[in-house]
């Protein structure tokens, strides 16, 4: 596991910017793994403005994102599918059919099969992890079994309220999502985990420095044979 320490969210945000575009330039039929939440958009900024300034193509790339709320109507502004259209997929040459995100709504039975399929075709190059403050990866919540493949998940309070800050309250953060599991991520040729600020330091120190245990999903990076961590220095501090 390769750990790098930043002075900050921009500097992080470039350096992993850095190792996605060499997976795309050396290989332009990619597999792109992808994330949400605050810690990506840094990263997603730096990718546009590349892809504008240098012409970098997604043309042939194929994208897989982790996971999706459910219950959030289809074009709910929170909804991961339309953050990755807002933050991304709007604004560089990725083609809409090459574009996977697991659906949550209908039978949900089927739309994780449905995903694994996906999976099984598309194995992510580089698969992009943020952490939540409890350590899950993806929407693998503590507890979650390292073998587990795409599931439906129950929101852990933890994750609900530190999620809330893009909704108005906390009732209308979703209870339930479907989400990549561990083994899927675990798939993945190279990982790249960002991290930044302060609530991030305990699950930073559990996944570099800790047992490798189901109570902290984001631990068994450490098994993984390519996996760069980059931390602000808050994130890092209790390593
Ligand atoms: C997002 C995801 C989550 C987030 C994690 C950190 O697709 O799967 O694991 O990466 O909750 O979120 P932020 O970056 O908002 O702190």
């Not at 390769?2 to 350096?15: F, L, N, P, R, W």
């Not at 990263?43 to 994102?65: A, F, G, L, P, R």
């Not at 953060?173 to 302060?198: D, S």
């Amino acid at each position: 596991m390769k750990v790098i320490k930043v002075k900050d969210y921009a500097e992080g945000s470039y350096k992993a910017f850095e190792i996605i575009k060499e997976v795309v330039v050396s290989n332009p039929n990619a597999v792109l793994g992808l994330a949400t939440g605050s810690s990506p958009i840094g990263i997603y900024k730096n990718m546009i403005q590349d892809h504008q300034d240098n012409k970098t193509s997604y043309e042939n790339v194929t994208t897989v994102n982790l996971d999706e709320y459910m219950g959030l109507e289809k074009d709910h502004p929170e909804t991961y599918d339309s953050f990755m259209r807002r933050n991304l997929f709007d604004h560089i040459n990725v083609k809409a059919e090459n574009i996977n995100l697991p659906c949550s709504i209908g039978d949900m039975e089927e739309n994780v099969s449905k995903y694994e399929s996906v999976l099984a075709k598309h194995k992510p190059d580089v698969q992009l992890l943020g952490v939540g403050s409890n350590g899950h990866i993806g929407f693998n919540e503590p507890g979650t079994s390292f073998t587990s493949r795409t599931h439906v998940v129950t929101l852990a309070e933890k994750t609900r309220l530190d999620n809330a800050r893009f909704f108005n309250n906390l009732d209308e953060v979703p209870t339930h999502a479907i989400t990549m599991g561990i083994q899927n991520i675990l798939e993945a040729k190279k990982i790249i985990l960002v991290a930044f600020g302060a609530n991030k330091a305990n699950a930073i120190y559990g996944l570099v420095k800790g047992e490798v245990n189901e109570n902290l999903p984001a631990s068994i990076l450490q098994k993984h044979h390519d996996v760069t961590i980059i931390v602000d220095e808050e994130a890092g501090s209790k390593i």
